[in-house]
């Protein structure tokens, strides 16, 4: 499937996703953190009466399998913008479901159809997150949840620093904080959000850039175009006199609708 929703830069983060498919799993951390706290969230929200569940981002398919293991009954309809993880979620039959190329951002279903939309560490790549998740939540029954995780204003924050001492921007998104997750959930009359901090060790700034191309997360803000050498090697020696270790800070939301 080529992309149509904003296209270019969406069909640029598939081809990077898909080329980290095959080592994902090796620099994924954090990752695989978040995805147990979704799936325990979804579990103490629903623990029963689930039949039908969407998955949005599944990556490698950390989430994929914990749903699996949880609600095995259920039907599941695993999506990802990368066919190459995709594939890489269903490989080995692990996994029951259905697997489908899809922009979790422009779901191709109408109507109240799922019990569960569950998603981990996709959401940042929206263009439009409150758009998305009013989108999403269209999509659930009556009782049913989305629960999330995504990026956080806080994650990368001495790489951030790294680049404001040498008076430079970073290439990472500008991510939301709590409070503004908090105010786009407000509309909904049952939702919540908290945060919570991941320390990630780096050991020295090539580890910090290996580890974000390891996991497929090279797509830059729009616009912004890659540091000239001379500037990286400035921006890495700063990020190394700081520590050289940086921290995810992820954000989780639930929304139910009403029975």
């Known amino acids: 499937m080529r992309l149509a929703m904003n296209g270019h830069r969406k069909q640029r983060i598939s081809d990077a996703f898909g080329a980290a498919a095959g080592h994902y799993d090796d620099h ?22 689930v039949e039908r569940v969407l998955e949005i981002g599944c990556g490698t398919g950390f989430l994929t399998r914990d749903i699996q ?6 039907e ?27 922009d979790g951002e422009a779901p191709i ?14 959401f940042q790549w929206f263009d439009d997150l409150e ?6 939540t269209a999509l659930l029954r009556p009782g049913g949840s989305l629960i999330f995780s995504t990026m956080g204003q806080g994650s990368f924050a001495r790489w951030r620093t790294a680049h404001e001492a040498c008076a430079l921007s970073a290439g990472i998104p500008a991510y939301p904080s709590l409070a503004t997750l908090r105010a786009m959930l407000a509309r909904f009359e049952d939702a919540f959000a ?39 090697r ?14 995810y800070q992820i954000l989780f939301g639930r929304v139910t609708r009403a029975v």
């Open 194 to 232: 908290f945060d919570e901090d991941y320390a990630l060790g780096c050991g020295g700034a090539k580890g910090l850039i290996a580890h974000l191309k390891g996991i497929g997360a090279v797509v830059p803000s729009e616009g912004r175009k890659p540091l000239a050498p001379r500037d990286l």
């Open 234 to 247: 400035r921006v890495m020696a700063a990020f190394e006199e700081n520590g050289g270790d940086d921290v």
């Open 109 to 122: 279903f109408e109507g109240e159809w799922f019990d569960l939309i569950l998603s981990s560490l996709a």
């Open 69 to 74: 293991a949880r609600w095995p009954g259920a």
């Open 131 to 136: 758009a998305a998740i009013a989108r999403l």
């Open 28 to 49: 994924a951390g954090p990752q695989r953190i978040a995805a147990a706290l979704v799936a325990d969230l979804a579990q103490r929200q629903k623990p029963d009466g």
């Open 76 to 102: 599941l309809v695993v999506t990802d913008l990368s066919p190459d993880m995709l594939a890489r979620a269903a490989k080995g039959g692990l996994v029951a479901g259905t697997f489908l190329t899809m």
